[in-house]
């Protein structure tokens, strides 16, 4: 039986000061979580260490936002799995629609990304998502499945036990839009079937797929209602404790 992921992607928000007052209130206030529920943050890189600190022995696990594809070297401005590994991250966030669109980073480097951080023992959330145009056009479908079949290349249906997929809509993302609870399991049961055609069965009815895009405590309830919605990744809301600990105990 597949388990629930909620996830909170600061992005570039909070100092390390503040990340470790926050992180200090939330350990506290999400003591009592569903058992089948697994909660990650997600911090800038300056807080990581910190943070990493003060949920030790919680059960918040640390996430990163970003990584590079690298063993060591001279990558200026980059972080390697090993410096992360090192203090206690344990998922790495690939693919986000910020780095695809900001950053340019398409299917191929994120494909390499999956793989190195899958062979470095670190779980990836891989996102994927459409453009407004694109689902306007009725590409949705079109697009996430190219983008899931391109980032899945070469990886192992052993290695999908420790991977994650996030789909987020480009349009929903700090928009304060959210796609409704059917767009969104339509997508999500897609994403699955996918899953299957690439592995089998098996593999696809325990992989764990989230949603993301302005997921807020009033539309938790909803999306996390369908069922092939297997958690959250959460910009906005989960950057302030009250909000996300409504998030993390979502009512099925």
Request: proline share 3%.
């Amino acid at each position: 039986m597949r388990r629930y992921l909620i996830a909170g992607n600061w992005k570039m928000n909070n100092t390390p000061s503040e990340a470790k007052k926050f992180a200090k209130e939330l350990v506290n206030s999400i003591k009592d979580v569903a058992s089948d529920v697994d909660v990650m943050i997600a911090p800038p890189f300056t807080a990581l260490e910190g943070v990493s600190e003060i949920i030790k022995g919680s059960i918040i696990k640390l996430g990163a936002q970003n990584v590079n594809d690298n063993e060591k070297g001279a990558f200026t401005g980059e972080v390697s799995c090993d410096m992360l590994l090192d203090i206690g991250v344990s998922y790495a966030i690939i693919g986000h629609s910020e780095r695809r669109s900001i950053y340019k980073e398409n299917d191929e480097l994120i494909n390499k990304k999956i793989l190195f951080v899958l062979k470095k023992g670190l779980k990836p959330v891989f996102c994927v998502g459409e453009l407004l145009s694109e689902r306007e056009a009725g590409k949705t479908n079109e697009v996430v499945k190219r983008q899931v079949i391109e980032g899945l290349k070469n990886v192992t249906a052993d290695d999908m036990k420790n991977l994650v997929i996030a789909y987020e809509p480009v349009w929903a993302i700090g928009t304060g839009k959210v796609a409704t609870p059917e767009q969104a399991e339509e997508v999500h049961a897609m994403i699955r079937e996918t899953v299957k055609g690439l592995y089998d069965a098996s593999t696809a009815d325990n992989l764990t797929i989230q949603y993301g895009g302005s997921v807020t405590p009033d539309s938790v309830d909803g999306l996390m209602a369908k069922p092939n919605i297997d958690g959250a990744l959460v910009g906005g809301a989960s950057l302030k404790v009250d909000s996300f600990t409504r998030i993390v105990k979502f009512q099925k």
